[in-house]
């Protein structure tokens, strides 16, 4: 066990006994803040099937403490009685330690640097949204450079995790004929998986048509007066009588 196992002042009163004649199977191999599942308790039945965080290996009892979640209740039990999570399952748990409010500085450093030991993948990355997470805690952690650190360091190695697949991905499209590559979606970008968000661009505006030298020169005329004004140039054309008229006044003789 590294020096991650170290605890503080407030958590070193003694943590409850689970099974204490449960047979020891060794250590287990689990790391210190690796997300578990309780499992095989006899004595205390009702916390099987509860989740819980890995603090340390007990030497002297040969036993895991644990801390449940949620609740935070210490625990000591036989590594027999803890089952690892699937990846997937335990990111999104301290995804959700990350994400609760107002999370101590120690929970949110402890989240992340079990985070920094898992292998995640970029399809982890999508199903969890952790990367989203991630960026909102280095946020309201602004002032602590441990935090700020981890978190940096996080992103920035997944991006580059997403970016050689989407290199190789690219690579393997132009070398496998087009008819035999499987059917795929758009790839999402490094911004959506992360959850950076970029501030939408300002909606265009449409500017209003500017009027022609010509139209500015013409002094606009009512619609009524518009057939008596003549075209520049032209002299106005005296109106005849029309054909009806003329016959009318034909026959009376006009």
Excluded at 164 to 192: F, I, W
Excluded at 197 to 205: I, N
Excluded at 224 to 245: F, I, M, Y
């Amino acid at each position: 066990f590294t020096a991650l196992g170290a605890v503080t002042a407030a958590h070193r009163e003694k943590p409850i006994v689970l099974d204490d004649d449960a047979e020891d199977d060794g250590d287990g191999g689990l790391g210190c803040h690796a997300a578990v599942r309780l499992a095989g308790l006899k004595t205390a039945a009702h916390l099987n099937g509860r989740l819980a965080i890995v603090r340390q290996w007990l030497a002297e009892k040969s036993k895991y403490e644990v801390s449940l979640h949620p609740g935070g209740e210490r625990k000591a039990a036989s590594p027999a009685n803890l089952e690892r999570l699937p990846l997937v399952e335990e990111v999104a748990l301290l995804r959700d330690r990350l994400a609760a409010p107002a999370a101590p500085a120690l929970v949110v450093e402890s989240a992340l640097l079990r985070l920094d030991l898992l292998p995640i993948t970029t399809e982890v990355l999508m199903e969890t949204k952790v990367g989203r997470t991630v960026n909102e805690v280095k946020k309201a952690h602004a002032s602590s450079a441990v935090i700020v650190e981890l978190a940096t360091r996080l992103v920035r190695r997944w991006v580059a995790h997403f970016r050689r697949e989407k290199d190789a991905a690219a690579q393997v499209a132009t070398t496998v004929p087009g008819d035999q590559l499987p059917t795929q979606t758009e790839p999402p970008s490094a911004r959506e998986i992360l959850g950076a968000r970029r501030a939408p661009p300002p909606p265009e505006l449409e500017e209003e048509p500017r009027p022609s030298k010509s139209a500015r020169l013409v002094t606009p005329v009512d619609a009524s007066e518009a057939a008596e004004v003549p075209p520049r140039g032209l002299r106005p054309v005296p109106r005849s009588d029309p054909p009806q008229k003329r016959a009318r006044a034909a026959e009376e003789g006009v």
